[in-house]
């Protein structure tokens, strides 16, 4: 069965800080894509960044980033320069090519002043 | 580019009524999704539209959910009859062809209270 694990429900970080959030996957699929998705209280997920697994570098939205490791089938997103408006849930998500897209259960970041 | 447009924001009924959700996707889109969100879990698809047909609806609850996508544009969900467990939030989602592995694009989801 695929699946995606988040394995912290909750993460703190302070204004100015990075932090990591984690996420593995289970799959048997050699082609996908793997996201990370921002949802803040007004609940529309919001695409932070995604990730082609047949590429091996790893992909860079400004202060966000990913460490991908396919053999580990890990999928971590880095924040740096955390700002208070990163606060909200992350939802890993993995997609097989032509499949539904799968969400881990989230992990909530708060950022502190 | 106007987003995903879902109505309404929030519903509360009581168990055993009915209710609709509304979504209008990103205009050209041809892949529509609605997933429902339990709180403290990740979404989870209900159904997935590619133009006017179903592509795959393997874990939407039939005996009491169904969902339609007239002229393969805008999309109706609907529970008939509602039980306490379907208390969620219903996103709706929209892409240009989920073939050529485009992402999708959320709504704002409506919340749902069956009491």
């Known amino acids: 069965a695929q699946t995606v694990t988040q394995s912290q429900p909750e993460m703190s970080v302070q204004e100015a800080e990075t932090v990591t959030l984690s996420c593995t996957y289970d799959?048997?699929?050699?082609?996908?894509?793997l996201f990370w998705y921002k949802q803040p209280p007004s609940r529309q997920m919001i695409l932070v960044i995604r990730?082609?697994?047949?590429?091996?570098q790893n992909a860079t939205e400004n202060r966000f980033s990913v460490n991908f490791q396919k053999a580990a089938k890990s999928f971590s997103l880095k924040i740096s320069d955390s700002q208070l408006g990163d606060a909200a849930m992350y939802f890993c998500?993995?997609?097989?090519?032509?499949?539904?897209?799968?969400f881990g259960t989230g992990t909530r970041l708060q950022v502190f002043p | 580019e106007a987003g995903v447009a879902q109505s309404p924001r929030y519903k509360i009924i009581e168990k055993r009524q009915s209710v609709a959700f509304w979504c209008n996707p990103i205009s050209g889109h041809a892949t529509l999704y609605w997933y429902q969100q339990i709180l403290g879990q990740g979404p989870k698809l209900l159904i997935q539209?590619?133009?006017?047909?179903?592509?795959?609806d393997s874990q939407l609850p039939k005996d009491r959910f169904s969902a339609e996508r007239l002229k393969g544009v805008d999309s109706t969900l609907k529970i008939q009859p509602a039980k306490l467990e379907d208390s969620a939030v219903y996103l709706c989602a929209s892409s240009l062809d989920y073939r050529e592995g485009i992402e999708a694009f959320f709504g704002q989801g409506t919340r749902l209270t069956v009491v």
């Open positions: 998500a993995y997609r097989p090519y032509t499949d539904k897209l799968i």
């Open positions: 990730q082609e697994a047949y590429k091996q």
């Open positions: 539209f590619q133009n006017n047909g179903v592509v795959d």
């Open positions: 799959t048997s699929e050699s082609d996908y894509y």
